[in-house]
């Protein structure tokens, strides 16, 4: 009684957290006040992180195995990651990634109190399929994958955002001065001139944001990549020693290995410097879609030998 009602306590108190960060950030887009928001939300997702991680602990105690073996669980491993990368990009001094996982942090966390997964938040006896040491090294690596998967895609997608508003702002300009006939043109030649400065520096500090989020992207993905490929060679060994087969294209198993190959591709178009930018963040984001398919669409089918991850009463 004493672990559930501790559970409760943490589980709440985290989405509080973030709820209040965000909020505040959000005030901040409208009104300038004393406060710093970056220390603050720095401040609180330490504190979400330090409760997850609480919680997580005091879940895998009274459950006595790792907890990981449904999705409610999953999902709050998922926040745990989204704050973790935040930690990490904290030091890093990158605020761009710190933004990302603010929001991704109190998604989860939103779904993961709300009323959709209250008949499975409760932790069972695991079934025989997940009595194995290999649940640890699987699962966390596929939603640690997940995690990083997701952060980097969404900063390709803010540069593809970027990337087309400035396009589009560079259109607009170009029909304006066509609509300026050559008398107008003269007669405001000055007052263009003396803008000139301020513009090319504002579009400096765009150029500078876009390489950035190119950056750091790649190198987030490129992380993600790599527990994605660990967590689907870990299944396939686990998936022989529980029955008896390294692959069955199983639903999650066939979707797994379509994310892997969607962020193989933006990898490979890394290679070519002509694929950078905007190029590569379109399969980024085609991969931002495939990941929630495979994580949360798969579960909505409940078939399959993953059919244990499953919403409750979906499962066959």
Same mark, same amino acid.
């Given at each position: 009684?004493?672990?559930?009602?501790?559970?409760?306590?943490?589980?709440?108190?985290?989405? !509080?957290?973030?709820?209040?960060?965000?909020?505040?950030?959000?005030?901040?887009?409208?009104?300038?006040? &004393?406060?710093?928001?970056?220390?603050?939300?720095?401040?609180?997702? &330490?504190?979400?992180?330090?409760?997850?991680?609480?919680?997580?602990?005091?879940r895998w105690i009274y459950s006595a195995h790792f907890p990981l073996s449904n999705l409610y669980e999953s999902v709050i491993f998922l926040s745990w990651s989204f704050s973790l990368i935040h930690i990490v990009a904290y030091f890093k001094k990158n605020k761009n990634i710190s933004r990302i996982t603010a929001s991704s942090t109190i998604f989860t966390q939103g779904f993961a109190t709300s009323g959709l997964l209250t008949e499975i938040n409760k932790s069972g006896i695991l079934v025989p399929a997940l009595q194995s040491e290999?649940?640890?090294?699987?699962?966390?690596?596929? &939603?640690? !994958?997940y995690g990083a998967l997701l952060c980097g895609s969404l900063l390709s997608a803010a540069l593809l955002v970027i990337t087309c508003r400035k396009k589009?702002?560079?259109?607009?300009?170009?029909?304006?001065?066509?609509?300026?006939?050559?008398?107008?043109?003269?007669?405001?030649?000055?007052? &263009?001139?003396?803008?000139?400065?301020f513009v090319s520096v504002k579009n400096y500090y765009k150029i500078q944001l876009v390489q950035q989020l190119d950056y750091w992207s790649y190198r987030v993905i490129n992380l993600g990549f790599i527990f994605l490929t660990m967590g689907i060679l870990s299944g396939a060994v686990w998936a022989n020693e529980a029955w008896g087969s390294y692959w069955s294209w199983d639903p999650k198993e066939t979707w797994a290995f379509i994310t892997w190959i969607v962020f193989a591709i933006y990898l490979h178009t890394r290679t070519n410097q002509n694929f950078w930018g905007a190029n590569s963040a379109i399969v980024a984001v085609i991969g931002f879609l495939i990941i929630w398919i495979c994580y949360f669409g798969v579960n909505l089918l409940g078939i399959g030998l993953h059919s244990y991850g499953s919403f409750p009463g979906m499962s066959s």
């Open positions: 009684m004493i672990f559930l009602t501790l559970e409760h306590i943490l589980i709440h108190l985290s989405f !509080s957290i973030v709820s209040i960060v965000i909020t505040i950030r959000l005030i901040n887009l409208v009104v300038t006040t &004393i406060l710093k928001p970056y220390d603050l939300s720095e401040t609180g997702i &330490i504190t979400t992180f330090v409760c997850l991680t609480g919680l997580l602990f005091t290999w649940l640890i090294m699987h699962v966390s690596m596929m &939603i640690l !994958s589009c702002n560079e259109l607009l300009r170009l029909i304006e001065s066509l609509a300026f006939d050559e008398i107008q043109y003269r007669n405001q030649r000055m007052d &263009i001139f003396g803008k000139t400065y």
